[in-house]
């Protein structure tokens, strides 16, 4: 075996090579070509890195010894085709070394070419004869040895190229394969930050109605007249104008703002109107409307008593009652009460819808043994109880409450011998939102 036949058995350039042996490139070039025979120190590096035991080359002097050398490179070329494959894959690993161990071999080939052209003219015509006879043509590079070795040249270069172009379509596949992946995954990652952005502005715009009407309420005096009905109906108007949800973020201060704004003005229409009829202004009587209990179920229309002039009076004779259509859960809410026959004009009366109080009660008892005994209002989801250290409830915690072992947790979280202050209200869920009724009075336990 020559160096040269090593080299490309091990599928490696000539850089490659010569820079593993440790020599220059022109010493390598020399002992491809048989200008000069590799030393003894050369040689047994050959065999310690790649195992393998050299015979001394002798220089070519020739033309005979060269045609010779072209015969045994054609056949060395039939065992590089079989290794071929092999020794592309070696360079695939390596595209640098790839690359030159494709083009240093035709570049040798048509130097020596050029050097032994009458040498080798009749190798060259046997291999042209015998491809011809395979029906193939002989037209390809010359690949590594002698130009005697176009048919196997041809053979490496072909499967070289067709290596080349396996790699090359896997390559591609499994590029493809990931810009899909990619695609895919941004697609999904658009398609939620749609989704948040879109959640984001009915957020946004929910909050922004609802601060527009609050500025609109706030801007009422705590003192109106009938100078003031049209701000007021304006007010109204904007507040009417909201969703239900919309309508559940407004602060009650800011509602009891417009609802004594109403109030004033009505009382102001009815003042003016008694100074025009002989009539009883029904706000002169006394109206008792007693507040509701919220059981879950449907909300009862609350009890209503007018006395005037010490007479109790008939409903639907001397008065009609109007209640707010959207009395249905907890919270605070209107009636009007409106004068008829000989009763004039209308009062707007608040109510409110409230928890049970004897479940408060139960719920923060003094007695742990008994507060784990309540049970839960019926249709009514749970509690939500609120503890502090502090009176004003600064620091405070929250828990929701479902059930007397829920309530048992929230107690071992307190700690012994401390003093706590707690307060408790009922949650419901309507259409997917909870509503929760006011704070019960705070009641101080001492762990």
């Not at 790839?98 to 080939?109: H, M, Q």
């Not at 749970?382 to 007397?404: C, M, V």
Request: proline share 3%; net charge negative; charged share 35%.
């Amino acid at each position: 075996m020559t160096i040269e036949e090593l080299r490309f058995e091990k599928g490696l350039s000539r850089e490659a090579f010569a820079e593993r042996l440790g020599i220059d490139l022109s010493a390598l070039e020399d002992y491809e070509s048989g200008k000069r025979s590799p030393s003894a120190k050369d040689l047994d590096a050959i065999k310690d890195i790649f195992g393998v035991e050299l015979a001394t080359q002798a220089p070519v002097e020739a033309a005979e010894p060269e045609a010779a050398e072209t015969v045994e490179a054609a056949a060395a070329g039939e065992a590089v085709e079989e290794d071929t494959e092999g020794a592309v894959k070696a360079e695939t690993a390596e595209e640098a070394e790839a690359g030159e161990a494709v083009e240093a071999p035709v570049n040798e080939a048509e130097a020596k070419e050029a050097e032994a052209e009458e040498a080798v003219e009749a190798p060259v015509d046997e291999a042209e004869a015998g491809e011809a006879e395979a029906g193939e043509a002989v037209e390809a590079p010359v690949d590594k040895a002698e130009a005697g070795a176009a048919e196997a040249g041809d053979t490496i270069e072909e499967a070289i190229e067709e290596a080349v172009a396996e790699v090359m379509e896997e390559a591609s596949a499994e590029e493809a394969a990931l810009i899909a992946a990619a695609e895919k995954e941004a697609r999904k990652a658009a398609k939620k930050a749609r989704k948040a952005e879109k959640l984001a502005a009915r957020q946004k715009a929910d909050e922004e109605a609802t601060q527009r009407v609050i500025d609109i309420i706030s801007a009422l005096s705590d003192s109106v007249d009938l100078d003031d009905r049209d701000v007021v109906a304006a007010a109204r108007d904007a507040y009417d104008s909201l969703t239900d949800d919309q309508e559940l973020m407004i602060p009650g201060d800011v509602l009891r703002l417009l609802f004594g704004a109403e109030l004033q003005i009505e009382a102001a229409e009815d003042a003016a109107a008694r100074e025009a009829a002989e009539t009883i202004p029904i706000e002169d009587c006394r109206i008792t409307v007693k507040d509701v209990t919220f059981t879950g179920k449907k909300i009862k229309k609350p009890s209503v008593k007018v006395v005037c002039g010490g007479t109790e009076l008939e409903p639907g004779e001397d008065y009609s009652l109007k209640y707010d259509k959207k009395t249905r859960e907890i919270g605070l809410y209107m009636l009007t009460v409106k004068g008829k026959g000989r009763f004039s004009g209308s009062v707007k009366v608040p109510f409110y819808v409230v928890p049970k109080a004897s479940e408060y009660a139960r719920l923060l008892g003094d007695d742990k043994q008994a507060a784990k005994a309540w049970k839960l209002l019926k249709n009514i989801e749970g509690y939500q109880i609120e503890f502090s250290r502090n009176k004003d409830f600064s620091d405070s915690k929250k828990a929701k409450i479902r059930e007397p072992k829920d309530l048992a947790k929230v107690f071992k979280k307190l700690k012994a011998g401390k003093k706590y202050y707690l307060r408790v209200r009922i949650f419901a869920t309507v259409k997917k939102k909870h509503h929760y009724s006011d704070w019960s009075k705070v009641k101080s336990v001492k762990v």
